[in-house]
């Protein structure tokens, strides 16, 4: 699994003219299933996300996590995060799980976010989603749960 994570001042989601959702304050994360992903790397990268501490404290330190802030976290699905693109000039999304698998790993996702987190908006899978977002510092991180390989 894949998130690539955006501390935001505020982000949206607009499918088809019609806001499907927002954020004041907090995170904005794209997710992506992989390939032999399961329930087990989306809930590593969801307590991953949940505690990365990048919200500064009072001495201007990157030591708060979006927990911490009570901030929002906006879910928006994203599969071109797990793109290939070691050669030629047009990106091979073999990597990706495939969409059925990916809806369902990105709903078990959000599912889980929600129960753990107070605040939480989402974008729509499968959809053209136009995602709008002010970054916060600008401050991005890459987060990657890659499955474990059986011996």
């Known amino acids: 699994m894949i998130g690539l994570l955006q501390r935001v001042t ?14 004041d304050g907090g995170l904005m994360v794209l997710v992506c299933a ?3 992903d399961s329930e087990r790397e989306a809930d590593a990268l969801l307590t991953k996300l949940l ?7 009072e001495a201007g330190k990157m030591n708060r996590s979006v927990t911490d802030v009570a901030g929002g ?26 969409p059925d698998e990916g809806k369902r790993l990105f709903d078990h996702f959000v599912a889980q976010a929600r129960a753990r987190h107070a605040n939480v908006a989402t974008g729509q899978f499968g959809a053209d989603m136009k995602v709008s977002l002010t970054n916060d510092g600008p401050v991005t991180f890459w987060l990657q749960v890659e499955p474990k390989q059986v011996s």
């Open 34 to 36: 992989e390939r032999g």
């Open 51 to 57: 505690s990365y501490r990048v919200f500064s404290d």
């Open 73 to 98: 976290l906006l879910l928006v699905p994203q599969f071109t995060l797990a793109a290939d693109t070691k050669s030629g000039t047009r990106p091979s999304f073999t990597p990706a799980a495939p």
């Open 10 to 23: 505020s982000a949206q989601v607009v499918v088809d003219g019609a806001l499907v959702g927002a954020i």
